[in-house]
């Protein structure tokens, strides 16, 4: 009977949870454990819509499935650090770890295998938080219970002690995240009149996948400690260029009482100790957790409220406001209030803008930067301005761009796709249409990364670069990008440069096979020839098979279906496409090809666009079809309810932009072709006021846009135009079977 009391109490406790969720409590319809089982790889912990903090757990493991930090798989912790990345196919950062330990710890990372080595405890999953903008969970080793929340710039911890005598807070330098290495490290210790430490400051300088990050920290605690003592990993050596650096420190708190509670601020900074301590004077000044807390939520709700949408099916709710959540962790800040930050060329510069980093550009480019220029349009001019900085410090546009560093990661010029999308949607920045064209025209000239290859024979030969199609494929949806803002700036001449520039992938047509191959100097393709192989890294393909490449050119579709002879031959091959088998072959194949209908695979970006290729061809039915069926099986409520990695917040833009019943197909275009409305109802805040979407009749029979009509007035496009969006006013869909 006790027993069932106790389950009947939690059940009224989380009833009367639920009733105090106001109305517009949107964060209360996130599920932030969703993608964080399978390959999602998706964040864990507190921050707020684009800051440069994520404040969350990291665990042991640094494998691939870890490359946030944190797997459902996984419930170790070696310590909460304030920078993640989410969703990635690549593990960095983790910086500035803090960890509160009571009893001896060594200074190590420690593995699951040797309880006793490093400062790492098994988290108590069962009563693990996380909401938007908080995160709690107790730690097993030490009986301590976490809680985290977070300003923009600052990371707010609040841990409550059992009754101990040798309590501290470990704070590690040395560990990042899976490819992460650090090469230098410092600790400052600021002492109060008595002597007792009070704050320290610090930094943390490696190289991983962004070659040269540099990260500063300032902390404060609300409770002096007797001593601030640093220590040395035993296992470091010189090949690993941090010879015995302090990189871990204890902040000895000593004595606490049963159910003390200490809490600290970690402010951070690109540029300087200083600046991370300004940071954290101007963010967070006082020492109240719970209304910190509440900040966040609400910057969190003033973000997920500019959709409000009708459904009343909880599972399909809470999908929508998590994909929602996870498209606004990045870009993130990256500059000091003051406007500093550190450019791409390490050099510390002042702005007058918002200065964003973490651009996951080969990704975001399809549907993550469009859904910006609609929800995030006061945004939209400092991405200008971070990408033509970023251009006047390292001579081109970026493209993977991750704490002021060129990764140069994934292939082709994505951030010369989405400068040119903002300037074909009106955001210029202030600058000139010499200075625009000036950013984009040098970023398709440069040398590197296959570019000159090109140009010297047309396309990429496969006997000379490898991923020679993706690459080549790339950058022709590039150029007709640069094309469309050329043609907005008044340069037609330049326009159709680079339009003809665009038509580079016809080069790799076979008319026999009928698919997209690569081609070698000697004008051969090359064999053997597999529409369904993969050999990651080295094959003609980047993360793809013949099947997905063949329909990336979405910038010239009226030219592929020249190369089939036939619309029909092409809507014949596209159906081809999801009924080819549903598996990869290859010893070596990409793990990113994933989520897979036939061999369209929506785990991965380059297939993001293809459904709607459909609409484009006459056939919409389809399009909403398909696009249906990948809202059922690749998004659900469940920690492995994404179908890939969540890529930065690409995966889940594609739900949310899929969902208004339309998607931006061509690069830099402004116009969205409809597809499959999701919700009866959707209410989406734009720059012109409020856009209301509605699908009257929708049901699963009525799933077909039979109807539509543009504030009353009947419209005949297959597509809305992006000023007919932003300008607000109510589109109207009529559905039937």
Request: glycine content about 10%.
């Amino acid at each position: 009977m006790k027993f069932h009391s106790v389950l009947l109490a939690a059940a009224l406790l989380l009833l009367g949870a639920a009733a105090c969720h106001h109305a517009d409590d949107y964060a209360a319809y996130v599920n932030p454990k969703i993608g964080t089982g399978g390959h999602g790889h998706v964040f864990v912990g507190a921050n707020v819509p684009f800051g440069l903090v994520q404040l969350g757990p990291t665990s042991i493991p640094q494998d691939w499935d870890w490359c946030s930090g944190y797997h459902d798989s996984d419930s170790t912790v070696i310590g909460f650090s304030h920078t993640h990345l989410s969703g990635t196919g690549i593990g960095d950062l983790f910086d500035i770890t803090v960890m509160p330990v009571t009893g001896p710890t060594t200074p190590e990372r420690g593995t699951e295998a040797n309880p006793a080595r490093g400062a790492w405890s098994y988290a108590l999953r069962s009563q693990e938080i996380c909401e938007p903008g908080y995160y709690s969970v107790p730690l097993a080793r030490y009986g301590i219970q976490a809680e985290l929340t977070a300003t923009s710039r600052v990371g707010f911890h609040r841990y409550t002690f059992p009754a101990s005598e040798d309590a501290a807070l470990v704070f590690d330098l040395e560990n990042g995240g899976c490819w992460d290495d650090v090469t230098n490290a410092e600790f400052r210790v600021l002492k109060d009149e008595d002597g007792h430490v009070n704050a320290i400051g610090g930094c943390r300088f490696s190289t991983g996948w962004a070659k040269n990050q540099k990260i500063f920290f300032w902390a404060e605690f609300s409770r002096p400690a007797a001593q601030f003592s640093v220590a040395e990993n035993p296992a470091n050596d010189s090949e690993r260029g941090v010879d015995r650096k302090p990189l871990y420190g204890y902040y000895t708190l000593g004595h606490t009482e049963e159910g003390e509670q200490i809490l600290v601020k970690v402010a951070l900074s690109p540029v300087s100790m200083e600046g991370a301590r300004a940071n954290l004077a101007a963010e967070l000044p006082g020492w109240d957790f719970d209304a910190t807390r509440a900040a966040a939520r609400q910057a969190w709700n003033d973000e997920l409220g500019k959709i409000r949408i009708q459904c009343p099916d909880a599972d399909t709710r809470t999908v929508f406001y998590t994909a929602l959540y996870h498209s606004m962790i990045a870009p993130s800040a990256y500059n000091d209030v003051d406007g500093q930050y550190r450019g791409s060329d390490d050099l510390v510069r002042k702005g007058d803008f918002q200065n964003y980093t973490t651009f996951s550009l080969w990704d975001t480019y399809r549907a993550a930067q469009p859904l910006m220029t609609l929800i995030h349009p006061e945004k939209m001019e400092d991405i200008v301005q971070t990408f033509w900085h970023i251009y006047q410090e390292q001579g081109d546009l970026p493209v993977w761009h991750l704490m002021g560093n060129e990764t140069d990661c994934m292939v082709g010029n994505p951030g010369l796709i989405v400068f040119a999308d903002a300037i074909v949607k009106g955001f210029r920045a202030g600058l000139t249409n010499e200075q625009l064209l000036e950013a984009m025209t040098a970023t398709a000239n440069q040398t590197d990364r296959g570019q000159d290859l090109r140009r010297r024979y047309g396309f990429i030969p496969a006997d000379l670069y490898r991923e020679s199609v993706a690459n080549d494929m790339e950058y022709a949806i590039a150029d007709a990008a640069l094309s469309h803002a050329a043609a907005v700036l008044g340069k037609e001449d330049v326009a159709a440069e680079y339009r003809e520039r665009s038509h580079s992938y016809r080069h790799f047509w076979d008319p026999e096979s009928q698919f997209m191959r690569g081609r070698k100097t000697d004008g051969t393709f090359t064999e053997p020839f597999d529409p369904i192989y993969s050999r990651h890294e080295t094959s003609d393909y980047c993360e793809g098979t013949g099947w997905q490449y063949l329909w990336l050119v979405p910038q010239d579709v009226d030219g592929l279906v020249e190369l089939f002879g036939s619309r029909e031959a092409t809507l014949a091959k596209l159906d081809g496409l999801f009924e080819a088998p549903d598996h990869i072959e290859g010893e070596n194949a990409s793990p990113d090809i994933s989520g897979l209908i036939g061999q369209y695979a929506h785990g991965n970006e380059p297939s993001h666009h293809t459904l709607y290729l459909y609409s484009m061809l006459g056939q919409p039915d389809k399009a909403a079809d398909r696009i249906r069926q990948v809202y059922k099986e690749m998004y659900f409520n469940d920690v492995e309810g994404l179908a890939g990695n969540e890529d930065v917040g690409q995966m889940s833009a594609w739900y949310v932009l899929s969902a208004m019943g339309f998607y931006q197909t061509e690069p830099a275009s402004t116009r969205f072709w409809f597809g499959a409305p999701l919700f009866p109802e959707m209410r989406v805040k734009v720059a012109g006021g409020e856009l209301s979407i509605k699908a009257k009749g929708l049901s699963e029979e009525n799933r077909y846009i039979r109807g539509v009509r543009l504030n009353g007035q009947p419209y005949d496009k297959p597509y809305i135009e992006y000023a007919d969006l932003t300008a607000g006013g109510t589109l109207e869909f009529e559905m039937g079977k």
